[in-house]
């Protein structure tokens, strides 16, 4: 069911156009995984080194996925310039129609084409989708590496750090900063064939008329 539903997605969308069959098929067991290792974010840079692709070319499939009926939320997020504000982290919606964000702790507000280069993207698995486990022999045992630690713990004690503490990126893909994507990056992304991929998404095409727009204004 759920390798259905991306293939209806991944025809509907015309990402088939671009991308194999053999993507669309990693991206299912990769999916499958993230969910059972409890990840809440996808991490484009994992996807991208598992089928061999560019970075670039990791997130513009993606992007298919975030629409409407995808599988995927996107999440744009910047962190408030002022040094008293607690919650680091300001999500805010795609549609960034006023282009004004402002920080809910200390009401400062900022324009977006101002912040952009300091605004990241993640990649959210829909809470509500249901994703069944991978296939068996797709499990792979490199993330077991929490249990790993946990059982070699008692003959590390004498040692202040053991370096496998360091190596382990389970903290990092539970919203670190790996995970996460320069905005502009996702932005020059969300084209296919002269139009963006997700319409909710600013694209190199809006961003644009906006400029002439706002060009035309004065
Ligand atoms: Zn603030």
């Known amino acids: 069911m759920f ?4 293939t209806r997605i991944y025809h509907e969308t015309e990402c088939d156009k671009y991308f194999s069959e053999s993507i669309l098929k990693s991206f299912d067991k990769f999916v499958r995984k993230s969910v ?9 840079y994992r996807f991208a080194r598992q089928v061999e692709l560019p970075i670039e070319d ?3 499939f993606l992007m298919y996925f975030t629409n409407d009926n995808g599988i995927l939320n996107i999440f744009m997020f910047f962190e408030c310039s ?3 504000c607690v919650s680091t982290r300001i999500f805010f919606n795609m549609e960034y129609k006023d282009e004004i964000i ?6 400062k507000e900022y324009v977006f084409e101002d912040i952009i280069d300091f605004t990241k993207v993640y990649f959210q698995i829909k809470p509500d989708l249901h994703v069944p486990p991978p296939e068996e022999e797709f499990i792979s045992h ?6 790993e630690i946990l059982r070699r713990l008692p003959d590390n004690l004498k040692n202040a750090s053991p370096p496998s503490f360091s190596s382990s990126n389970k903290s990092i893909d539970e919203g670190g900063i790996e995970v996460a994507i320069s905005t502009k990056l996702v932005i020059n992304q969300n084209t296919h064939d002269n139009r963006p991929i997700n319409q909710k998404f600013p694209s190199p095409f809006q ?12």
């Open 36 to 44: 059972l290792e409890r990840n809440k974010y996808i991490n484009p």
């Open 3 to 6: 390798y259905e539903k991306l």
């Open 58 to 60: 990791s997130i513009r």
């Open 82 to 84: 002022t040094s008293t």
């Open 207 to 218: 961003r644009l008329s906006n400029r002439l727009v706002g060009r035309g204004k004065i």
């Open 102 to 107: 402002a920080c809910d702790e200390c009401g």
């Open 142 to 147: 490199d993330r077991n590496s929490t249990i």
